[in-house]
């Protein structure tokens, strides 16, 4: 079956320490992003990507990095810079079309706290 | 840039009984609005989505509502199941913006028996 894997579901990082999170799809999908989600609060949109070799940042960017190497693969690193990255992180991909919004499918996300 | 704001932040219902939540978005652009579900300790499922060109959708007992003109979306869901317990989250999106979902703070929906 298609879908989006994220890995792992937990991750614990240590203060100072930089953590890569992994996001695979196999929808063939050109464009991914992720999210990060706190406690009673929305999805805000991290860093996105339309194409491979290429991404943008959305609106909460700062201690965030990301590579996209590969049309299936978008990790997400999260750096030392990032001051309370403490929250569950969720990915996602869509198809990508110019003319119109294509719905977005989501993994199962990963769990990141601080030791 | 958009916001969309979300009520209620929970609402309980009898099993069989109807729930409505409703999302409004200051972006007059946006075209695109979809509703998903989310499971504890799941990513979110996409339930049901509508573009500005429609005024309602039904899917099942899901059906979503759009009034353009005052800026607001709703989700209705029929004869409510213990298995609709999760949070729904509303989003809203615009043409020639990479897709990118501005979303609300979500709505606990608990069906109780």
């Known amino acids: 079956d298609g879908g989006i894997t994220q890995s792992p579901k937990y991750l614990f990082r240590k203060e100072g320490q930089n953590v890569t999170l992994s996001c695979e799809q196999n929808?063939?999908?050109?464009?991914m992003y992720w999210y990060r989600q706190d406690p009673g609060q929305g999805l805000r949109l991290i860093y996105y990507s339309q194409i491979v070799n290429d991404f943008q940042k959305g609106d909460i960017a700062e201690g965030y990095s990301v590579s996209r190497e590969k049309k299936e693969s978008f990790p997400l690193t999260v750096t030392s810079a990032q001051k309370n990255p403490t929250a569950f992180y969720l990915c996602?991909?869509?198809?990508?079309?110019?003319?119109?919004?294509?719905?977005?499918?989501f993994g199962d996300g990963t769990r990141l706290s601080i030791l | 840039g958009e916001n969309v704001e979300q009520h209620p932040s929970t609402l309980s219902v009898q099993e069989g009984d109807s729930a409505v939540i409703k999302c409004t978005y200051s972006d007059s652009a946006s075209n695109y609005f979809p509703w998903y579900k989310q499971e504890l300790g799941k990513g979110p499922q996409l339930i049901i989505d509508?573009?500005?060109?429609?005024g309602e959708k039904k899917d099942q007992r899901i059906a979503v509502t759009l009034n353009k003109t005052a800026k607001h979306f709703s989700l209705h869901i029929t004869e409510t199941q213990p298995e609709d317990s999760a949070v729904y989250f509303c989003a809203a999106s615009r043409s020639g913006t990479a897709s990118k979902l501005t979303f609300g703070t979500g709505t606990r929906l608990q069906v109780t028996l």
């Open positions: 929808l063939n999908h050109d464009a």
């Open positions: 509508i573009r500005s060109n429609v």
């Open positions: 996602a991909s869509s198809r990508r079309t110019v003319e119109s919004n294509q719905p977005q499918h």
